[in-house]
């Protein structure tokens, strides 16, 4: 059982269109953080959020925490071809001791792909 | 400032061999992750160090150990390889604050013939 469910698995859209990426658990966070990753290389930290109900923004990305911290998204405005690439939530659970503690736990990644 | 740098990019061993995995973190950051992205299953958490110690180990067998040095540097070892272990290797460094803010490096591909 995946404790972080990411959806969709995959996505393919035309330049210009708009997106949203999910990311559902029925474990509460303390935190979670949304990756991007390129092929081969490591994943690059876009945002960490913290705060239930909590709305970053980075340019045409936005990010959002669930009221209960369960669950957040990811939304992309007029997407672009330089926004293709893998996108990783990864959630903490903050619990000291015991099996989580220290570890980020990761969904299963939505590869977007857009096309010009 | 420079990221966390992982070395080397890629290596090559054949099954029963050992590997040795190098990271170093972000200047201040105390503590380093690994994880295993091996393909179609996600990245999988592995160690955990810090300050010198380790504070937690993923669901992985012993073969599967680390340390880290008095520089917070960390190295990873696999022993008596399997092809299975063919996958992405990456170190993360952070704070060890409540929010656990992890910084990836660019990984270390390990190929098992």
């Known amino acids: 059982t995946q404790l972080l469910e990411q959806s969709p698995q995959f996505l393919s859209i035309q330049e210009g269109e708009n997106l949203t990426v999910y990311c559902n658990s029925s474990?509460?966070?303390?935190?979670l953080q949304w990756y991007r990753q390129e092929p081969g290389e490591g994943p690059v930290l876009l945002v960490t959020?913290?705060?239930?109900?909590e709305v970053k923004k980075l340019k045409r990305l936005t990010f959002q925490f669930g009221d209960a911290r369960k669950d957040s998204s990811l939304h992309i405005t007029a997407a672009q071809p330089g926004d293709t690439g893998l996108y990783l939530c990864a959630g903490y659970l903050g619990k000291a001791g015991g099996t989580s503690y220290g570890k980020l736990t990761f969904g299963q990644g939505t590869i977007l792909t857009v096309h010009p | 400032e420079a990221g966390v740098t992982q070395s080397p990019t890629h290596l090559i061993k054949t099954r029963g061999q050992q590997a040795t995995l190098r990271c170093s973190p972000i200047?201040?950051?105390?503590?380093v992750y690994w994880y295993q992205q091996a393909l179609g299953l996600g990245l999988q958490f592995l160690l955990w160090y810090d300050e010198g110690e380790e504070r937690n180990r993923g669901n992985f067998p012993p073969r599967f150990s680390g340390r880290q040095f008095p520089n917070y540097s960390s190295e990873l070892n696999v022993n008596a390889l399997e092809l299975e272990d063919s996958a992405l290797y990456l170190c993360?460094?952070?704070?060890?604050?409540?929010?656990?803010?992890?910084?990836f490096g660019p990984g270390t591909r390990l190929t098992v013939l």
């Open positions: 993360a460094s952070g704070l060890w604050v409540s929010y656990n803010e992890q910084f």
């Open positions: 474990s509460v966070f303390s935190s």
């Open positions: 200047s201040g950051h105390t503590s």
């Open positions: 959020v913290v705060t239930g109900g």
